[in-house]
């Protein structure tokens, strides 16, 4: 039954959302695995738009935060101000207080206001002078950023970006894909209509059924080595690879990959993980967490190329007993 709601979800957001299911679905994933989603593409692209009408047929509390560099963290949390009628003060949530916060061009702001976000998504709490108030669940985080323009940026870094689920980098559309978003675009009359679809109750229940789904050890030991690959390659053999790995993922990496596994196994109908469940979600889970030297750099190569090399080499019943 869930499953039907899913696809009928996946196919509101097509009503207006041309060509990006990837993108539905990965957001999808980090909804009913309570993970945070950071999406890199170009501008025009539809990552606003996507997240917008996500939150409609979900019917749940949404928030677009755009992020500047004046932005403080009073303006994300909230902060106390004073009553002169009471004489008194009194707590002003921000927008942080909703189910999705859309957080547009997150590299824009300083530090800490990062910091301030950051600590929501870990903590699904926040503090406004003395009282620390709990975020209403679900509550999830889709941070965009744009990979062209660096300039009046600052940059995530890599231990914040780790608390991200996935990365997912938005690709353009194909040609009948952008001639079907221009059509809808260049009409002015176009009116963009969706249906709520799920309830949080049925959010809830998909991610018991979720944590329901079996992934043998087999499974469990692949992911570790995709995972130890990335830490000691060359015992992979991967000794041209480790000349760029500066470090390796984190133990988070193992802890989302499971569970974007199990989550894609669930859409797709199944109660039980494949080898090609891993590899389907592997890049998203593991492209932002290995950190590349300056050879790397030198040599344009990315994460997401060597993620494809470790899927090709990394091999699923092999276990490498590492000191």
Known sequence: MHQEKIAAVIQEVGKVVVGQDKMVNRLLIGLFTNGHILLEGVPGLAKTLTVNTLAKVLHLDFNRIQFTPDLLPADLIGTMIYNQQTANFEVKKGPIFSN????????????????????????K????????????????????????????TYPLPEAQVDRFMMKVHIDYPSKSDEMEVMRRM???????????V???QDIFDIRN????????????????????ATRFPEQYGLKNESKYIQFGVSPRASINLNLAAKAVAYMDGRDYVLPEDIKEIAEDVLNHRIILNY???????????????????VP????VTLK
């Open 100 to 123: 999705l916060i859309l957080a547009d061009e997150v590299n824009r702001s300083p530090a800490k206001v990062q910091s301030a976000l950051l600590e929501a998504m870990q903590e």
């Open 198 to 200: 799920l309830s949080k």
């Open 209 to 228: 059924g979720i944590n329901a789904v079996n992934i043998a050890e087999p499974l469990e030991q692949y992911i570790i080595e995709l995972v130890f």
């Open 125 to 152: 709490q926040v503090t406004i002078g003395e009282t620390t108030f709990q975020l209403d669940r679900p509550f999830l985080v889709l941070a965009t950023q744009n990979p062209v323009d660096q300039e009046g």
């Open 186 to 196: 260049a009409n002015m009359s176009f009116v963009s209509e969706v249906n709520a």
């Open 295 to 313: 050879e790397a750099e030198a040599d344009n190569i990315n994460t997401r190329d060597l993620v494809k090399i470790l899927l090709e080499k």
């Open 316 to 319: 699923i019943n092999k276990s």
